[in-house]
């Protein structure tokens, strides 16, 4: 081989790497949680959580339904964007369920108090909390579901938290209306103009039976979540593992995924439905048709502080520029002793995860 040829073939093999097509993202990606931060001493089951988008500062509320009620430390937490904790705001015997924020305030599902509150972003501990409005029992109790068999039957199912309120998920669209779920009564309420009415008025847009559940978990309706568009409204449905989607303003209910075990809180990010899967301890991400993108996290284990390792019972996320903070609510739902690593926890705690490129071809 001449010198002139040997040093083209050279040159062509030093550029052919970088000829070559990037490889796309997997059709599935897997991934695993990092900490973030643990709560303070004394302080369990992180459930709701909201980011500030300029600050960064993460806001995180507690579900600690311990009995008797007077064991209960139930807290407003606020974080830095890396992990301190700069503030915590007592609730005392009462849970907190949906957190969010909003144009410097911070808007709070007390579940315990049945009632819609809000304070400054900027809260301390002797911050006074403002009630909005206040959750009241629903006729009819809740929607009766008649199941049709295919031998011409039909069961009806008896829901055994009917016409108690169950405040739990909301999210805000971009008029300031604010969306809340009730996981007990099967409905959907809207508040007008969240960000500026007080008092408020509390109207119910929608019940269905696919919002209430007669599953293991007693959560029915549970996190929302908007399209880019506001076009469509997305409802988890925690104990029936469902993912259920309401055209807007008020089209019929249908379901849109199965099988996403103890779905719970929920958000939309870069054309991704994020689903906190409580039973399978995961954070997945479903696309616009329904299927598996992404699965973030599993639980690996107590460590030697008490904390889970990885993830335990996720209740929900919130997105913090490239990375995803998510609660580790690791709450046990049994009575049994011995049956649920939830009972070993004796540290609880946020983690995150950065936010993986999916496959959009």
Known sequence: MSIKRCVAVVFALFLLPASLPKAAPPDVVYGQVTPFAELPEGVRNPEGLAVNPVTGEVYGGTFDVRAPATLRNNQLLRYSNNGKLLAQRSFGQTPLTGVEFKDGQIYVLNFGGSKLQRMPANFTSTTPVEDLLSFAALTPPAATPRVDNQDGSQDVITYGSKGMPGPNGMVFDKQNNLYISD?????????????????????????????????????????????????????????DGRVLRMPMPGGPVTIFAESVFGADGLLFHDGYLWVASNQSDAMVALDEQGRVRARIGQFLGIGPDGAPKGLLFPSGGAVQGKRMIVANLAFPLTSTTGDEWEEEVTRWTLVSFEIPRLNTQ
């Open 183 to 239: 996981s007990f009564q099967g409905a959907i309420y809207r508040v007008d103009k969240a960000t500026s009415c007080g008092p408020c008025t509390l109207q119910t847009v929608a019940r269905d039976s696919l919002f209430a559940t007669s599953g293991a978990l007693p959560f029915g309706a549970n996190g929302l979540a908007f399209n880019a568009a506001e076009t469509v409204l997305y409802i988890n449905n925690a104990g």
